[in-house]
């Protein structure tokens, strides 16, 4: 059984949700709705190729499988889920991050003593 996106906490200033204890940043909320689904749908696509690519084991499934994750790093930047950050306050990307160890971690205590 999945997650439903409900199930991940999402940081105060919605930047961030967490999953597999680490900070993952989310899509742009700027975006419009469309152009959110068109970029997610493009990531969807490369994703599958990711994973049609894989199945195969010769050389020209590993170059398509390169291109493939390429793909999905352009539509994540173009989400602004990786590459520069859609905020403009300054504050720094904590992508990856535990958040006991990031500047939310005084919030994530807060889950911790919630769940």
Known sequence: MSKRRAD???TP??????????LWRKTDPALDDTTRRARVKAL???????K?????EDDEALREARQA???VDVA????GERGPVWWD????????KHPRNSSYAE??????ASQ
């Open 8 to 10: 991940y906490p999402e």
């Open 89 to 96: 306050d300054n504050a720094p990307d904590e992508t990856g």
């Open 107 to 112: 919030w994530w205590r807060g889950q911790e």
């Open 44 to 50: 969807m696509q490369a994703r599958r190729a990711v």
């Open 76 to 79: 994540k930047i173009a989400l």
């Open 52 to 56: 049609l690519a894989k199945q195969a």
């Open 13 to 22: 200033d919605g930047r961030y949700f967490v999953a597999k204890q680490k």
């Open 69 to 71: 994750r390429q793909a």
